[in-house]
């Protein structure tokens, strides 16, 4: 199998660099994926038995204003990497968000059979891109991800360190829930979904779920930093961006079909931050 890694510079992309042999690995200067022709003029020169899209425009609160190059990556773009797939018969893995959904509902975690109904830009763009992906081609893996975190600078975590260096008491949201989510995890069921031949659309996390506040509490505790969090609200903050206060995801459908048990999000992270120890 010869796979091309779309995005390669981002903590997903540089996961599966380290993973995978007979890869190649590009980022946006090699690879526009909003330019036909330059995703078309890849595609051709690698013939790719299977494409892993870890390109994306993750700016939330940016997206507000920037909506149009949002669209441009995370929209337009996935559609360019599917035409250009169905084209040169390749297979497509795409990621994408829990904000899709708009964190109202009531009676248990979202699932692949819950109707999205994103909050904002960013939301929207991820969801028209899954749209998209579907309508150009049959051969995919959607799988949308949350609160992702790996090596890199890109992630939640990074920023509460440097949060932490700046001040003496920090201001973290307890009424935003997710589900904290490593590249290892990803990675790891990306590739044996590839395996078993699997296709369509699978929620991809880590399991259990975490408030903002609670995720920041355990990665100082591990870290053996003592540092004063305040729960909030997360309306203090008056973001552009609204977002879900409550969005995780199961991930009991992969799971089974696959036959595996995935970690917790505070196990899975105590083990990520073991290796970097």
């Known amino acids: 199998m010869k796979y091309l890694i779309i995005g390669k510079d981002g903590q997903l992309g540089r996961e599966f660099t380290k993973k995978l042999d007979n890869v190649v690995a590009l980022g946006h200067k090699e690879c526009d994926i909003s330019n036909l022709s330059q995703v078309l003029d890849v595609f051709n020169s690698i013939k ?149 031949g699997l296709n369509g659309l699978f929620h991809l996390t880590n399991s259990g779920y975490a408030s903002r506040y609670e995720w920041a509490k355990k990665f100082f505790e591990l870290k053996g930093i003592d540092k004063f969090i305040k729960p909030v609200s997360s309306d203090i903050f008056s973001l552009p961006a609204k977002r879900p206060k409550f969005s995780p995801m199961s991930n009991r459908k992969i799971s089974e079909i696959l036959g595996v048990e995935i970690n917790r999000w505070d196990r899975e992270l105590e083990e990520f931050l073991s290796r970097r120890a």
């Not at 109202?104 to 999205?116: A, H, S, V």
């Not at 929207?124 to 899954?130: M, R």
């Not at 949060?163 to 490593?182: G, M, R």
Request: hydrophobic fraction near 35%; glycine fraction near 4%; proline fraction near 3%.
């Open 48 to 196: 790719p038995d299977i494409v892993l899209n870890c390109a994306a425009y993750n700016f939330v609160d940016k997206a507000e204003e920037d909506y149009k190059e949002a669209f441009k990556v995370n929209a337009l773009g996935v559609r360019n990497i599917a035409f250009a797939s169905r084209r040169f018969n390749s297979f497509v893995v795409h990621y994408s968000t829990d904000y899709v959904f708009d964190g109202k509902k009531e009676d248990g975690l979202y699932t692949e059979e819950d109707k999205p109904n994103p909050l904002n830009m960013y939301g929207k763009s991820k969801y028209v891109g899954e749209e998209f992906l579907k309508e150009e081609t049959d051969k995919y893996l959607i799988f949308r991800v949350s609160w992702v975190y790996g090596e890199g600078k890109q992630n939640f975590m990074y920023k509460l360190l440097q949060w932490s260096e700046k001040s003496s008491f920090l201001k973290i949201a307890y009424d935003e829930i997710s589900v904290p989510t490593s590249t290892r995890t990803i990675v790891e069921i990306t590739l044996k979904s590839i395996e078993k």
